[in-house]
C-alpha cells in the first residue's frame, strides 16, 4: 500500500508482521520510496539500507531532541528508571515537553523545568498545559517532581531550614523524585500519612527491600508496587502486653500488616490471611512450647516480604 505524505511528517515508525520489529525512519532519508534489507544480498553495495540499523531501539531517541539539554537528559533518564515508557511530545515544538505512559496505559503531559537556588529556595517556572513537571536544578542531587495541582501560578521549595516558620514550607526532599513519583499533592491531602506509616515508607527507602515504587492510598495503607505484583499494606500501631507484641488490625482490603517493634528498630509484616479476628506476635520466650505461638522473629520485615 502506497500513500502520499505531506511536508508536516518528521519522521515514518514502520511495523514489520514477519521480523516483529518496529523501525524509526528520519522523513529526510525517504525521499518518494525506501526499502531496508533484510536478507543477504546476492551483491553488497555501499547504498544498502540495512533494516537491523533502523530498528526502534537503535534509533530511539531522535537525534532531533536537545540531547546537549542537560534538563530534558536527566528528566528521559529518570523516567525511564521507572516502570513505564518516556516519549517526546510530537506536537508540542518544545523538546522539553515529555509524555509518559504508565503500566496502566494513562498518559501523563510532563514539561521539563529548569530551577533556581534563591535565598535558599528552589524557584522555576512552570510551563503551561503539563500535568506534572520535573524540576532540574544543579544545586541539588535529584529531580524534583511535583504535581501541577500542588500550586495556582508559582512554587518554590525550602533547601535550608534556617528561619523557617508555618508547616508549608514545601521542604525540597518531599518533592524529589525518588520520594514523589507519581508526583501527589505534598502535605495538603486529608490523607496524611500517620507517623508510622511515614517510618515504613522510609524503612522500604533504605534499601533492604525491593520495590518499583510505594505510594499513600490512605493515612494507614501504603499501595506497593513491583515487577512481580501490586499489594496494600496497612501500617497498624503496636504494644507489647506480657512477653506479646500486639496490634489491632483495622485495614480495609488489606493484603498485609506491618508494625514496628516500639522497643528496638525491628518491624514485621503479617498477612491479611494468616490469622482470624486478631493475632500476637511472641517476642519473649514462652513459659512452654506450643505449636500455635507466632514467634516475632517468623515475621521480620525481611523475611516476609513478598518479593
Given at each position: 500500500?502506497?500513500?502520499?505524505?505531506?511536508?508536516?511528517?518528521?519522521?515514518?515508525l514502520v511495523y514489520c508482521d514477519e521480523t516483529e520489529e518496529t523501525y524509526f525512519?528520519?522523513?529526510?532519508?525517504?525521499?518518494?520510496?525506501?526499502?531496508?534489507?533484510?536478507?543477504?544480498?546476492?551483491r553488497?553495495?555501499?547504498?544498502?539500507?540495512?533494516?537491523?540499523?533502523?530498528?526502534?531501539?537503535?534509533?530511539?531517541?531522535?537525534?532531533?531532541?536537545?540531547e546537549g539539554d542537560s534538563a530534558v537528559s536527566a528528566a528521559i533518564d529518570a523516567l525511564e528508571s521507572v516502570?513505564?515508557?518516556?516519549?517526546?511530545?510530537?506536537?508540542?515544538?518544545?523538546?522539553?515537553?515529555?509524555?509518559?505512559?504508565?503500566?496502566?496505559?494513562?498518559?501523563h503531559r510532563i514539561g521539563v523545568e529548569t530551577g533556581w537556588i534563591v535565598n535558599?529556595?528552589?524557584?522555576?517556572?512552570?510551563?503551561?498545559?503539563?500535568?506534572?513537571?520535573?524540576?532540574?536544578?544543579?544545586g541539588l542531587d535529584d529531580l524534583l517532581s511535583v504535581h501541577t495541582d500542588e500550586f495556582n501560578e508559582s512554587i518554590s521549595f525550602r533547601v535550608d531550614s534556617e528561619n523557617t516558620r508555618g508547616t508549608r514550607s514545601n521542604p525540597v526532599d518531599e518533592y524529589e523524585f525518588g520520594n514523589n513519583w507519581p508526583p501527589v499533592v505534598v502535605g495538603t491531602s486529608q490523607t496524611d500519612p500517620t507517623p508510622e506509616l511515614s517510618q515504613?515508607?522510609?524503612?522500604?527507602?533504605?534499601?533492604?527491600?525491593?520495590?518499583?515504587?510505594?505510594?499513600?492510598?490512605?493515612?494507614?495503607?501504603?499501595?506497593?508496587h513491583s515487577k512481580q505484583l501490586d499489594f496494600r499494606i496497612c501500617v497498624e500501631t503496636a504494644w507489647i502486653e506480657n512477653g506479646l507484641l500486639r496490634f489491632n488490625a483495622s485495614g480495609d482490603n488489606a493484603d498485609y500488616y506491618s508494625l514496628k517493634n516500639p522497643e528496638k528498630e525491628e518491624w514485621y509484616l503479617v498477612s491479611d490471611d494468616s490469622f482470624g479476628d486478631s493475632v500476637s506476635l511472641r517476642i519473649d520466650p514462652p513459659?512452654?512450647?506450643?505449636?500455635?505461638?507466632?514467634?516475632?522473629?517468623?515475621?521480620?520485615?525481611?523475611?516476609?516480604?513478598?518479593?
Open positions: 500500500m502506497y500513500k502520499e505524505y505531506g511536508d508536516d511528517v518528521d519522521c515514518f525512519i528520519d522523513s529526510e532519508e525517504v525521499g518518494t520510496s525506501m526499502h531496508l534489507r533484510i536478507d543477504t544480498p546476492t553488497k553495495t555501499s547504498q544498502i539500507n540495512w533494516a537491523d540499523d533502523y530498528r526502534l531501539d537503535h534509533q530511539w531517541p531522535p537525534d532531533g531532541h536537545n516502570e513505564g515508557s518516556v516519549y517526546i511530545d510530537p506536537i508540542r515544538e518544545d523538546s522539553r515537553n515529555l509524555l509518559f505512559v504508565d503500566t496502566d496505559g494513562e498518559t535558599g529556595r528552589v524557584r522555576f517556572t512552570p510551563s503551561n498545559s503539563a500535568e506534572y513537571h520535573l524540576v532540574y536544578c544543579d515504613f515508607i522510609s524503612r522500604l527507602r533504605e534499601g533492604q527491600v525491593s520495590y518499583s515504587r510505594v505510594e499513600c492510598s490512605d493515612k494507614k495503607t501504603a499501595e506497593v513459659e512452654k512450647e506450643d505449636s500455635r505461638i507466632n514467634f516475632a522473629e517468623d515475621y521480620l520485615l525481611e523475611k516476609m516480604w513478598p518479593v
